[in-house]
């Protein structure tokens, strides 16, 4: 089954400990994203991947990395936690930049 | 950089009537317009989109028109339903490699009264 699959769904963390998503997609995807969805702003983009090793900063990129080493995997990382993080994200991944996003089931991040 | 803006933030209406959504985009490079629809607790899922080689596409109870000259472009719902409720978010973004990446509205939610 084709699909894009997020771990882990649920996260409650403290500030400043160092925590990653990974984000991973069974269709050899060129494109995947990550998205952060806060209410009434609806779905601003963190990072986005080209395909392997070629990264580049979204919207909202602050406080964020990301790495493309494999072509099916595109783990997002939170070196250092701070409340304002706490949101809903989602990986998404597609053939091409114009073309159908699949988005993971999300993940709901709370820093305390 | 491409900036998206969606409205209404909420519509309510009669189960049967129409609904539409308008977003407005600034980069008059953008060429691919998608609508996603996310119910309630679920991922946001591609419902139609569209490319600025055409101005109007049609699925069924849903259609999606385009004015690259003004730089707008509008979802329909035709006779809806009650699990047409949901939040409905338009996005932009263009082909080729550059700055200016997928740029997502905030959102309608949508409610259909039965």
């Known amino acids: 089954e084709a699909q894009v699959t997020q771990n882990p769904r649920y996260l409650i963390t403290v500030t400043g400990k160092k925590l990653t998503v990974t984000c991973s997609q069974n269709?050899?995807?060129?494109?995947m994203s990550w998205y952060r969805q806060d209410p009434g702003l609806g779905l601003r983009q963190i990072y986005y991947?080209?395909?392997?090793?070629?990264?580049d900063k979204g919207d909202v990129p602050e406080g964020y990395k990301v790495s493309r080493k494999e072509k099916r995997n595109f783990p997002l990382i939170l070196e250092s936690p701070s409340p304002n993080q706490t949101s809903l994200y989602f990986c998404?991944?597609?053939?091409?930049?114009?073309?159908?996003?699949?988005f993971g089931p999300g993940t709901r991040l709370t820093v305390l | 950089g491409e900036n998206v803006e969606q409205h209404p933030s909420t519509l309510s209406v009669q189960e049967g009537d129409s609904a539409v959504i308008k977003c407005t985009y600034s980069?008059?490079?953008?060429?691919?317009f998608p609508w996603y629809k996310q119910e309630l607790g679920k991922r946001p899922q591609l419902i139609i989109d569209?490319?600025?080689?055409?101005g109007e596409k049609k699925d069924q109870r849903i259609a999606v028109t385009l004015n690259k000259t003004a730089k707008h472009f509008s979802l329909h719902i035709t006779e809806t339903q009650p699990e047409d409720s949901a939040v409905y978010f338009c996005?932009?973004?263009?082909?080729?490699?550059?700055?200016?990446?997928?740029?997502f509205g905030a959102g309608t939610r949508l409610t259909v009264k039965p």
């Open positions: 998404a991944s597609s053939a091409g930049r114009t073309d159908t996003q699949y």
């Open positions: 980069d008059s490079a953008s060429n691919y």
């Open positions: 996005a932009a973004s263009m082909e080729g490699y550059n700055n200016n990446d997928m740029r």
């Open positions: 269709m050899n995807h060129e494109y």
């Open positions: 991947s080209m395909n392997v090793e070629v990264t």
């Open positions: 569209i490319r600025s080689n055409v």
